[in-house]
């Protein structure tokens, strides 16, 4: 595989020369994008057939992938693999050129032939595999995910790197409007990329280049105070739609949207129906909120530093990046979603739970639809209030309670592995012990699988090894807190995080046989020591013929 910043390199359009007085390596941004940030903007593209390129429009163009007359999705399946490669791996054009041509030759999508409009019901002479085309199809979806990924890589960055450079290539070859678009430096965030964040036409090879204070103190260059000024605006039409617009000289037909921005609005998390009210709007943009909605949404992005509006990659505390903006308050089908009762209250600690988090862990989470999903958790508790906050590829929820009440409500939505079983989060571990010491918690509780390490333990000790999962007992959980709460005999007092780590003290831990061997029911006991946290753990386990359960636990 051929690295991705040299097959790109070309590409980038970033002049050699005086003009750019380039610094020194260091100072210089993230160089070319990662393949994965490329090809998972590739990827994430469903399927769309048309017959004229202006079927599939404009921002359109992110969530699908299309080819002009590729009618079947066996013709466009073949297509895009090959595309798909060329992004992935750093193909050439040449070779996909060479790779493709006699695929689509052996399926009759070449040359010229006779097809039925399905739009107009008239039959047409259309040009549909050639060389030309193919060259058509290569560079627009290179370029197009390229520069896609590399605003993901901006947005990521543009704390240390605040600023664009617009770069045209240079080379005689350029639209005179880049010509005159070269060198304009504007902050990221400033709406101008909103439509000239290249590419700003077919075959444009201009892209913008990250700059920070520093480099533009080196180069004697500055920010501009405003962009260039408009060029005149030129009438459009889609004629099979019948859409009309104006666009400024320099744009071409389609391509007056950033790729980047598109991009991350779609990856922005929509809300999941269970944690929320169902609005009364259905909306198809964000400019149709009431300025109530707009008002919380904004709250929200402010908790962020992100402007009222806008869309940002921000970092939570453990380097995970999260696609924000107002689309994390709109369901797929355009209705508004914000949380119940006192919104503004509960905007303020979702967001407090993801900037501010006690915890931060991945857990497995069972859908409406019945689908296991992996989600990244948040959880903060403030003044005696815990938030929860899941968010995953299919949506995001959350939760908000006294511990007890978020132990008592668990059941319903309780998480589960990837084999379907349930399974605890650190968070609701803690709350159902909290819980328990009032007895306000369910009956028991699943921390998840035991593990192999465990079993094979097990097995050496003679004792059945098929237990699937350790659990926590409410009545046991108010002994072990009842009883070991509070400093004694050397040992350091006992609390609810303590217990949430039980199933992590019996995967890790060195286990043996109990003194006594066998509880009152007649199940076997297991004694297990493991260092957790910086904390030596003695603990005490029954073993079940389906469960693992906690039944005393120290720490020294």
Known sequence: MKPFGIVFSKLSGIPSGVKHDMPSPEELPPGGVPPEEAVAFFRSKGFRIGFNWQDVFKAEHVRAFTVAKAMSRDILEDIRAAVDKAIAEGTTLDTFKAELRPTLEAKGWWGKKVMLDPATGQHELVQLGSPRRLKTIFDT?????????????IQRTKKAFPFLEYSS???????????????TILPVDDPWWDTHYGPCDWNCRCTAIPRSQRMLDRMGRTVDDQPPPANDLLPWTNSRTGETGML???????????????????LAPSPLPESFDQGPDEVGASARLSSAQSGLIDRFLKAFGIAPGGEAIWMDKEGWPLSIGRGWFIAPGGRVQLPGGAAGVAIDRIAAAIVQPDRIGWVWVRGRNGRTLLMRRYAR???GITTLVDVGRDGWRWVSGRASEIAAAYDPHQARDRNGRWTSGHALAIGFATAASSGDAPTRHRLGPVSDHARAQLTRLGLRADAKSVELGRDDVRHILKRHGRDSRGQKPIGAEDIANARTIFNRGIISHGTPRLSRSGSPMVFVSAKVGGHDYSAAFQIGKHRVKLTSLRKR
Do not use: F
């Open 381 to 383: 508790t403030s003044a």
């Open 169 to 183: 290539v240079m080379d005689g070859r350029e639209r005179p409007e880049h010509h005159d678009w070269d060198g």
């Open 141 to 153: 979806n290179v370029r197009t995910a390229y520069q896609a990924g590399k605003w993901e890589r």
């Open 248 to 266: 400024e000289a320099g744009i071409g037909k389609g391509w007056d949207y950033n790729v980047g921005k598109e991009y991350l609005r779609g």
